[in-house]
């Protein structure tokens, strides 16, 4: 820019699930948020005003002093979609079709006019008539599946690579290859709906009793604890081709045209009914889970190689809702032909915002940029002052410490006695996982903080396994992890030692996040200092919240989910509050909070 002026692109990713923000300034994303944080709705779809309001703050700076606004899909081709399957399958999708209409013609249709007004409410600006003025800047539609694609290739830093993005459905890509050259992104080959390795996950999710778009996790949680007996029935819903591509045969899905996941004939086929949700699950679910993901994990290893032998490289990059299935990762790195992989950390639609603006960024700047994310710590963050300040007007009795190094061998000595802890402090992470500044941490050699931390503080489903965080310097000792880091919990792999039952799944493998004093210093020198008192370089790490909650944001929920639960310490900043000083049925009662039914 010849005036020296920074320039800026605000992302945004909504309407279908797990809405977002994002801003870059030069090329580099300062700023970016999930809007289920704020309205504390998860995975909140809704226009994003929170995040956005966030972003802008976090610049100090204006709607009018946006270059542009970058959308993560383009609305109409996605229409064109859901048009021509309804022809295709009418009179079937009769009431999904009017269901989805009702929503195309409220909203997405009108998607300009939608993104502009709501923007003018988000600046606040009004006329004479005290109507907010809608934005006029220009906007950029990015498609679905390039939005994941540029998510994970600018901020690889890698000059040349292959780019593998896979979830449920864009607006008809269901997956696709790209190449990225000099920091140029092509799109190459794609798989397109109703065939989709997303949505046959999804089915299952159904199919078992979970919820679509969020239960995935629950049912690759639910997979190391059965037998993949059933490969070769989930197999014969699939016709898989030597090019890694596959089709679904349609007869046993009814997601093309229904409000349900998979058809009579599916059920047949396995011969049970759907699972409702309360229902028990049994050790068939459990080995349905496993023959699922091994099924998965096979066809995106097919997909991984074909796209190796096709356009070769050293380095791959994954994104997609599917790319958050870090088992399938593990297998990618460990099996794939690829010498190096990178994962960007909101592979699912909430990274969208990011992707759309780093493309558009390519497109309108291309030169070569040093870095696109300098650190996934890109939400808000409270200064001690303000946090000081709640917990004295709210009447809460605190330490306080007063240096990082102090707080550090603190919060290791706590940590070392056993007490359950949450972490508050920094920038919070963006992307479905809490990296240090918004978790929970414990001690992972107690057996029982395991289902302490299940059961008495997540109040989740006790099959679920915690994940590690490990000093990235010592992380090779203890876990298989072949030489590569995983700092954002995005690969599963073995555990090579016996003494750290709460982390290991049943099947001896973990989801670890490795942590540097580059990427989280604070909460590098946490885990040294527990590591100084027991030689044990790794702690429990779960996000901050309970189960249906969206992870904290502010210091407040952060203090609220204390209260709710049987933690025994919170760490607000350079702020201890420990549980045995604080009356949590008082403040439940003051802050008006659901009492759970086991308190
Ligand atoms: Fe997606």
């Given at each position: 820019m010849?005036?020296?002026k920074p320039?800026?692109?605000?992302?945004?990713?909504?309407?279908?699930?797990d809405?977002?923000a994002?801003l870059?300034?030069?090329?580099v994303?300062i700023?970016?948020?999930?809007?289920?944080r704020f309205?504390r709705?998860?995975h909140?779809?809704?226009?994003p005003?929170?995040s956005?309001?966030?972003?802008?703050?976090?610049a100090d700076?204006?709607?009018d002093?946006?270059s542009g606004v970058c959308?993560?899909e383009?609305?109409l081709?996605?229409?064109?979609?859901?048009?021509?399957t309804?022809?295709q399958?009418?009179?079937?999708?009769f009431?999904s079709?009017?269901?989805?209409m009702?929503a195309?013609?409220?909203?997405?249709?009108w998607?300009?006019?939608i993104?502009?007004?709501?923007l003018?409410?988000?600046?606040?600006?009004?006329n004479k008539?005290g109507?907010s003025?809608p934005?006029s800047?220009?906007?950029y539609y990015?498609?679905?599946?390039?939005?994941?694609?540029a998510?994970?290739?600018y901020p690889s830093n890698?000059?040349?690579?292959?780019?593998l993005?896979?979830?449920?459905?864009?607006e008809?890509s269901?997956?696709?290859?790209?190449?990225g050259?000099e920091?140029k992104l092509t799109?190459?080959?794609e798989i397109v709906?109703?065939d989709?390795?997303?949505?046959l996950?999804?089915?299952?999710t159904?199919?078992?009793?979970?919820?679509?778009?969020s239960?995935?996790y629950?049912v690759?949680?639910?997979?190391p604890?059965g037998?993949?007996?059933?490969?070769?029935?989930?197999?014969?819903l699939?016709?898989i081709?030597a090019?890694?591509?596959?089709?679904?045969?349609p007869?046993?899905?009814?997601y093309r045209y229904?409000?349900?996941?998979t058809?009579?004939?599916?059920?047949?086929?396995?011969g049970?009914?759907?699972r409702n949700t309360?229902d028990?699950l049994?050790?068939?679910h459990?080995?349905?889970?496993?023959?699922?993901?091994?099924v998965a994990?096979?066809l995106?290893?097919?997909?991984?190689?074909y796209?190796?032998?096709?356009?070769g490289?050293?380095?791959?990059?994954l994104?997609g809702?599917?790319?958050?299935?870090c088992?399938a990762?593990?297998r990618?790195?460990?099996?794939g032909p690829?010498k190096?992989v990178?994962i960007?950390?909101a592979a699912?639609?909430?990274g969208?915002?990011v992707g759309?603006?780093?493309?558009v960024?390519s497109?309108?700047?291309?030169?070569?940029k040093?870095k696109s994310?300098?650190?996934?710590?890109?939400?808000?963050?409270?200064?001690?002052?303000m946090i000081?300040s709640?917990?004295q007007d709210?009447?809460?009795?605190y330490?306080?410490?007063?240096?990082?190094?102090?707080?550090?061998?603190?919060?290791?000595?706590l940590?070392?006695?056993?007490?359950v802890?949450g972490?508050f402090?920094?920038r919070?992470?963006?992307?479905?996982?809490?990296?240090?500044?918004?978790?929970?941490?414990?001690?992972p050699?107690k057996?029982e903080?395991?289902?302490r931390?299940?059961?008495?503080?997540?109040f989740?489903?006790?099959?679920?396994?915690f994940?590690?965080?490990?000093m990235?310097d010592?992380?090779?000792?203890?876990f298989?992890l072949?030489?590569v880091d995983?700092?954002?919990m995005l690969?599963?792999?073995g555990?090579?030692?016996?003494?750290?039952p709460?982390?290991?799944?049943?099947?001896s493998?973990?989801r670890?996040?490795?942590?540097?004093?580059e990427?989280n210093?604070p909460y590098?020198?946490?885990l040294?200092?527990f590591n100084?008192?027991?030689?044990c370089?790794?702690?429990?790490?779960?996000?901050?919240?309970?189960?249906g909650?969206p992870?904290?944001?502010?210091?407040?929920?952060?203090?609220?989910c204390?209260?709710?639960t049987?933690?025994?310490?919170l760490?607000l900043?350079n702020f201890?509050i420990?549980?045995?000083e604080?009356?949590?049925?008082?403040f439940k009662t003051?802050?008006?909070?659901?009492?759970f039914?086991?308190?």
């Open positions: 010849s005036d020296n320039t800026y692109l605000l992302g945004l990713a909504c309407f279908y699930h809405s977002s994002c870059l300034k030069d090329g994303v700023a970016a948020a999930q809007e289920e309205t709705i998860k909140d779809e809704n226009f005003e929170y956005v309001n966030y972003c802008l703050e976090a700076i204006t709607l002093q946006l959308f993560y383009k609305p081709w996605k229409f064109e979609r859901l048009l021509l309804y022809i399958e009418w009179p079937r999708g009431f079709f009017l269901k989805a009702r195309w013609l409220n909203k997405k249709l998607m300009e006019h993104i502009c007004k709501e003018g409410k988000v600046s606040g600006i009004k008539k109507k003025v934005y800047g220009k906007i990015v498609p679905h599946h390039l939005s994941h694609a998510s994970t290739y890698f000059k040349n690579a292959t780019v993005t896979v979830d449920g459905v864009g008809r269901t997956s696709t290859i790209a190449l050259e920091q799109l190459k080959e709906f109703p989709s390795l997303g949505l996950y999804s089915a299952f159904y199919y078992l009793g979970f919820k679509v778009n239960g995935e629950k690759m949680g639910l997979a604890y037998t993949a007996r059933y490969t070769k029935e989930i197999e014969a699939i016709e081709f090019d890694g591509s596959f089709r679904l045969k007869e046993f899905f009814a229904g409000l349900k996941m058809s009579s004939k599916f059920a047949k086929h396995f049970r009914p759907v309360d028990e049994t050790q068939w459990k080995d349905m889970a496993a023959s699922l993901q091994q994990e096979e995106m290893l097919n997909l991984v190689r796209a190796h032998k096709q356009y490289g050293k380095n791959l990059c994104s809702g599917v790319a958050l299935n088992v990762n593990g990618i790195v460990r099996e690829f190096n990178y960007f950390p699912g639609d909430a969208g915002s759309a603006t780093l493309y960024n497109i309108i700047d291309p030169k070569p040093a994310i300098e650190t996934i710590y890109l939400g808000p963050k409270f200064s001690n002052q000081e709640f917990l709210s009447g809460i009795k330490d306080k410490i007063d240096t990082a190094a102090d707080r550090a061998v603190k919060v290791g000595q940590l070392a006695d056993n007490n802890i972490l402090q920094g919070m992470e963006f992307g479905p996982r809490a990296l240090g500044n918004r978790s929970i941490i414990a001690d050699r057996p903080n395991w289902k931390v299940n059961i008495k503080i997540k989740r489903e006790d099959f679920r396994p994940a590690p965080s490990v990235a010592k992380a090779q000792d203890i298989d072949r030489g995983s700092p954002y690969l599963t792999a555990t090579k030692v016996k003494d750290l709460a982390i290991t799944h049943v099947n493998s973990a670890i996040q490795t942590v540097s004093a990427d210093k590098y020198d946490i040294s200092a100084d008192l027991t030689n370089p790794v702690v429990i790490n779960t996000s901050l919240n309970v189960r909650e992870i904290v944001w502010d210091h407040i929920d952060a203090f609220k204390f209260i709710r049987d933690m025994d310490i760490v900043e201890i420990n549980a045995e604080v009356d949590k049925n008082f003051k802050f008006e909070l659901e009492v039914a086991d308190d």
